[in-house]
């Protein structure tokens, strides 16, 4: 996922988002601007000084989650609102200690925005207030909701939950069918797929981009003859002044005024729903939430208009106070975060509508939920990308040592493994991110873990100086024979099963010499290794095999690996737990890997996933190896796995029927 988040993709997801926005297509800046935060983060991190944040995956995360926070701040233009945001959607467990950060950044990056567009829009609506700040004392004092206000806004609440469900569903048939419509042909020649491809999706853009600006622009006549354009209505939803909806601009509006307004907000409001739709499914850089919650301000503004017009029941909230409502439940039924009350309630500065945005969020969350997904997780399943599903409740009690990968089609170093038994099982690995280290192959105890990454570039290095090269392609990959994993067991026992130390016996004390006594063969493989990492510390990271090096001894490969761990921001011996020069050749290993019975539910491995983040977890009996379970594992058993329904009235008469 690191290609998500380089600079050319943050510097093409900048370009693309104020080109659509310019295009005018109905599209918002959340989605986006959560994007570019967290790139820009994972670009300073690249950096050296930063570093020590990028080796530690737990670090990384927070970073991640406190740009987060501030592109989400930046989006709304409010904090706190957007940092519970940002928290509730993007996260199923958070750390509170990464609280505080997050809203330090969000409160930058507010700042940052506020002076720098101190003349200009930005926010959700182009400002902080929605245009009532005038109206506040106004609002607080109209008194608090009754009871048939209350329920009232809870019908509302169920209404915006339903078109939530309806927008989330009517979304995932759209993705389906953009997806089949940028399939290419399979009589298409593979020179021209690329040209196709981008071509359909010019023509595409293209297409919305020109249908939009015909209907917004040549659409009805009553978005023009008394408020100028749509951007007029948007503005007028969340404002009281009367003014706006006059013919002449004076504080009195006219039959015919009020008509206009009616029909203005009736013929919107679908156009608004289909356009947001159709251009959420483009591929260009789009968010949602703003749009969502016009669409759910346009319907509480009809709702208000229609109440004093009719005069349903006596009330004393205003029609751009059922906008402000409408708004934030549309919104929460698509997004199933209930956090946008807390937006409502920082960017309105209305004390008297935060039970009333309460009560009908609440109703559109729990109407939407029993339908549909939230529009994330959904734009995740119909675009095919990875993710951890729920897990059924028929599969809490299934044990860890079912679903685990057995050890035996596992690749496994032992502590004594040489360069040589790395390549080879980098050789024959089926590109397994994360290889186990045990005390041996016969007893097969769990001492730590190592990445595939910095083991095939210690054993890359080591061929360059010691070895002739044996290129890692795909074409290599394959699962050992039974010969080929005999013959690595009988090559890690000609080494001891312990962890040791690459430390010259020279400089090796009393106390390391008591703990372990290195045999002939090894001590003057490493003797010919010191002597090789010496002289490779003075290379840089990036540099590639030269010509002119001095050959070295064939036995570099057959020399055992040099592990190391980080404590404390420095480098330590595995064997000896004493600070160490890294080299090149020096694999950084994991100490403490993550394990569990192999009897533990799936319960509490599904738990211990979603909090903990983790990549990996080792299945073990009394500290002995038995399996793994990987995230791509864990991703493919919630896939397959069918959730228990209770056998209801229609579901028995359907079998029934099928038997018979």
Known sequence: MSAYLSFRCVATKIIGLMAALGAGLSIGKEGPFIMISCGFASVLMNWRPFRRIR????????????????????????????VLFGVEVTSHFYLVRTLPRSFFAAIVGALLVDFGAANTRYGLFGNRSMGI??????????????????CVFSIMGMVCGLGGALFNYSLSILVRARDHFFEASAFTPPRRAWWDALGKRLGLVLAVTMLTCWLE???DSAWFLRHGSPRRILDALFSKDKQIFTADGSPDSTEKDSLLLSRSLVTFLPLKFVLTLISIVLPVPAGLFTPTFVIGGIFGRLVGEA????????????????????????????THAVSTAAIIMEISHTDGLNLPVSVAILAAYFTAKRFTENVYDVLIVTSHLPRLKKLPKAAYDIPAWEVMKDVAQMGVLSADSTYEDALALLKRSDMEPVFPIVDSLENRFLLAT??????????????????????????????????EAVATAA?????????????PSATRTVFDSDIRAPTTVVRAAYGAMDSTLQNDRDESDDEEAEDGLDELPVQLLSAPIHFAFR????????????????????????PSPFQLMEMTPM????????????????????????GVISLERMMTFLGTTTPYQAPGLVRTLKNFCSKA
């Open 55 to 82: 080796d530690d995956d737990t670090k990384r995360l927070e970073m991640l989650a406190c740009a987060c926070a501030a592109g989400v701040a930046a989006t709304f233009g409010s904090p706190f609102g957007g």
């Open 133 to 150: 700040s005038a109206d506040t004392d106004a609002v607080n004092g109209s008194g608090g909701a009754t009871f048939v206000d209350l």
């Open 217 to 219: 622009f040549y659409g």
């Open 307 to 334: 109440v004093r017009a009719f005069g349903l029941w006596h009330t004393h909230y205003e029609p751009f106070e059922f906008a402000i409502i409408g708004a934030g439940a549309f919104s929460s039924g698509v």
């Open 450 to 483: 190592v990445t595939r990454s910095r083991l095939a570039y210690a054993v890359s290095r080591c061929q360059r100086q010691g070895a002739t090269p044996i290129p890692l392609t795909p074409a290599n990959l394959r699962q050992p024979t039974n010969a």
């Open 491 to 503: 090559t890690s026992l000609l080494f001891l099963s312990t962890p040791r130390s690459v430390t």
């Open 567 to 590: 404590r404390g921001g420095k480098v330590m011996d595995w064997g000896t737990n004493e600070v160490c020069e890294p080299s090149k050749l020096t694999v950084l290993i994991d």
């Open 603 to 626: 319960r509490r491995v599904d738990m211990l996933f979603r909090m903990l983040k983790l990549n990996n977890v080792f299945v073990a009996r009394s500290g002995k190896l038995m």
